[in-house]
């Protein structure tokens, strides 16, 4: 037998991936997790709230994209103490059981010492490769296992006993080596993505402090060179020609509905994003015309009023929206400028807006605001620019981030049993 014989394990020929590396043949073997682990155990719930927290304790909300990102702690002495059988090491994998389930993460020396709770297995000393491992734990046999095996109560759940039967399959050691470096790879160009954006994100954040001035102030702090002077002061009302507000035609008058105009709602504009709504519903001219909504001219700049108070876009084509948002039309300034100063300045307010049980912005107190604007419309269009191609780099990387995430579960179905 290619397993040696041993009993709790089972190789069937037919057992192979739709995608394989080259120089590999043969089928996988058919394991239970908890005959090729050591401790497969489970960690509690710290009982006090006082002392030194020195020592970072990992929950579900503490794992995203594969990564333990820790925000709580615990002390030294519960550490030490009753939480003992659940102190993580590193190279340790952590399951969530409860709640969210599946989500899985490798335990780094970096975040160490480091303890957990109940919600998450922890998996150790098991005895093939652990990024081979960690894939299987990400992939698609274990969405079917929790599908089969899930108890609804309180909350989803899945017990020890459960994840110790859990039945996979694993191929010969340097096999499971290269699947392990590859999702290694894969993961590490992911991560490498997350922080890129981030970064850009970051760099841009500090532009927009630095590009516009403060508040009291007549300039900004940074500034393109060949221009000088200080800024015009204006209320937003001086902004645009014209402005707009918005309605929502019956929704039971099916002919109001499925037309060729762009309606505009909230969910429709992304937080942080002033380019590329996503707008889901149209109207019919009928529709248009029996409502409270405007037909907006093209390069207008959308803002929402009274839900998700302060997000906008600049929408380049001709459009209406629900009575949510006040709509900039015609606008005095160059229309890049005038969507990166818009949200900067609402960025800057967003807090301190008015309201009652829901945040909100008049359309008066909105275009009484007052926004500092450069007198040359040169320097507009250098700011307007500078923060356009910013935010193009963001979405080139964003975008190869959503298709690398799009691979990995096809890789996953495909590279294992």
């Not at 155990?41 to 002392?51: A, E, F, N, V």
């Not at 989500?103 to 098991?126: D, E």
């Not at 929704?251 to 937080?271: A, V």
Request: glycine share 8%; hydrophobic share 40%.
């Amino acid at each position: 037998m290619e397993n040696g014989g041993n009993p709790k394990f089972k190789t069937i020929a037919g057992n192979v991936p739709e995608l394989r590396f080259a120089g590999f043949c043969g089928g996988w073997q058919e394991v239970r997790l908890g005959d090729i682990s050591k401790l497969i155990t489970k960690g509690t719930t710290p009982k006090h709230k006082s002392g030194m927290r020195n020592v970072n304790f990992v929950k579900i909300e503490s794992i995203s994209d594969s990564k333990i990102k820790p925000t709580e702690k615990i002390t030294t002495a519960e550490h030490e103490g009753y939480l003992h059988r659940s102190k993580l090491e590193e190279n340790d994998i952590l399951f969530s059981i409860a709640g969210t389930l599946g989500r899985a993460a490798v335990v780094k020396k970096s975040i160490l010492p480091a303890n957990t709770n109940q919600a998450l297995a922890i998996i150790r000393g098991f005895d093939c490769d652990i990024y081979f491992l960690f894939a299987i734990l990400s992939g698609h046999t274990i969405k079917n296992f929790i599908r089969r095996n899930l108890a609804v109560g309180a909350q989803p759940n899945l017990s020890l006993g459960q994840v110790r039967g859990l039945k996979i399959y694993i191929a010969q050691k340097p096999e499971q080596k290269r699947i392990g470096e590859f999702f290694c790879s894969l993961d590490a160009s992911i991560n490498l993505l997350h922080k890129k954006i981030d970064a850009l994100q970051k760099l841009k954040k500090g532009y927009l402090q630095k590009l516009f001035p403060q508040l009291g102030e007549a300039v900004p702090s940074l500034r393109f060179a060949g221009f000088s002077g200080p800024w015009e002061k204006r209320r937003l009302s001086d902004y645009a020609e014209e402005t707009y507000g918005g309605g929502t035609p019956r929704t039971n008058m099916k002919h109001y509905w499925g037309g060729p105009l762009p309606w505009i709602q909230t969910s429709d504009i992304i937080e942080h994003k002033v380019f590329g709504a996503q707008i889901k519903k149209k109207l019919t001219q009928t529709g248009l015309q029996n409502s409270a909504a405007k037909l907006i001219p093209a390069n207008s700049i959308a803002i929402t009023t009274r839900v998700a108070v302060g997000k906008l876009a600049l929408i380049p084509f001709e459009y209406a929206t629900s009575q949510d948002f006040l709509s900039l039309s015609r606008l005095k300034a160059d229309k890049f400028f005038a969507i990166y100063s818009l949200y900067h300045m609402l960025q800057s307010e967003k807090n301190s807006v008015q309201g009652t049980s829901i945040k909100g912005l008049t359309k008066n107190g909105l275009l009484n605001k007052i926004i500092a604007v450069p007198s040359q419309i040169a320097e507009q269009e250098a700011i307007g620019k500078f923060f356009l191609l910013m935010d193009k780099e963001i979405d080139i990387l964003s975008e190869k981030l959503i298709q690398l995430k799009k691979l990995k579960p096809a890789y996953l179905k495909k590279m294992l049993v």
